[in-house]
């Protein structure tokens, strides 16, 4: 049984530039969330969704946006990307009523 | 808002130490509190958790103990081993039906050395 997959590991963008982080959740969870990672930082919640609809938000501009596909995928955009988002985005996901989060290892973005 | 504050590391320890790592937190309500360890290269894993106050959550020779009183969640561990090395972070949720929000801390880097 695969755990949460995250694609891709590493990447590298400018100033600028958009980006896509896509996320598979274990199998039978329908409920994912994205948090943010900087370095020597404990993650930051971005959002989650569920059915589709993102359900909760943190603290983020609306640059940081995203998707969750019918099979409970789900990607994370960015637009305008800025040097402070160079970070280690950490993809989550968890049965609904169910407290218990896996992570997937995350991508690492360096924004240049 | 909600925070968690946890002590500042790295902490380097030999091999069966005693280990402690504080944790202490700020939130509205009863929230429900965790312990998440990241191994180099890997995702984050929950560790133990309690919900309600006075609950002991342990695994692995882990232990935590949810004071209310003194809104602290420390993380302690009787005889540490060369593969408990790794971040460890004390996290919370909000209080609430159906959110699932986790606030973390910064992390504590923990080094067992043989």
Redesign the interface.
Same mark, same amino acid.
């Given at each position: 049984d695969a755990?949460?997959t995250q694609s891709p590991t590493h990447l590298i963008k400018t100033r600028g530039q958009q980006v896509t982080l896509r996320c598979s959740p274990k199998s039978g969870h329908d409920?994912v969330?994205w948090?943010q990672q900087a370095l020597? *930082?404990?993650? *930051? #919640?971005i959002f *989650?969704y569920y059915e589709e609809e993102e359900? *909760?938000r943190?603290n983020f501009p609306d640059r940081f946006s995203g998707h969750q596909f019918p099979n409970y995928s789900s990607e994370l955009n960015v637009n305008a990307l800025l040097l402070g988002d160079s970070a280690l985005y +950490?993809c989550?996901s968890?049965p609904l009523g169910n407290?218990? +989060? #896996? #992570?997937?290892?995350?991508t690492q973005l360096s924004v240049l | 808002g909600n925070s968690v504050t946890q002590m500042e590391g790295p902490v380097t320890l030999s091999e069966e130490a005693f280990l402690t790592i504080n944790c202490t937190y700020t939130a509205t309500g009863y929230p429900s509190l965790f312990w998440y360890v990241q191994y180099p290269g890997e995702g984050l894993q929950l560790l133990l958790k309690a919900t309600k106050a006075d609950d002991k959550g342990s695994n692995k020779g882990f232990e935590a103990t949810y004071r209310k009183e003194t809104t602290s969640f420390h993380l302690e561990k009787g005889s540490v081993q060369v593969s408990d090395s790794a971040v460890y972070f004390c996290a919370l949720t909000r209080s609430g039906a159906g959110s699932y929000q986790l606030t973390f801390g910064k992390g504590t880097k923990l080094s067992v050395i043989p």
């Open positions: 755990g949460v409920t969330s948090y020597g *930082q404990g993650p *930051q #919640f *989650q359900r *909760q943190g +950490l989550a968890r407290e218990k +989060l #896996f #992570f997937g290892s995350g | -």
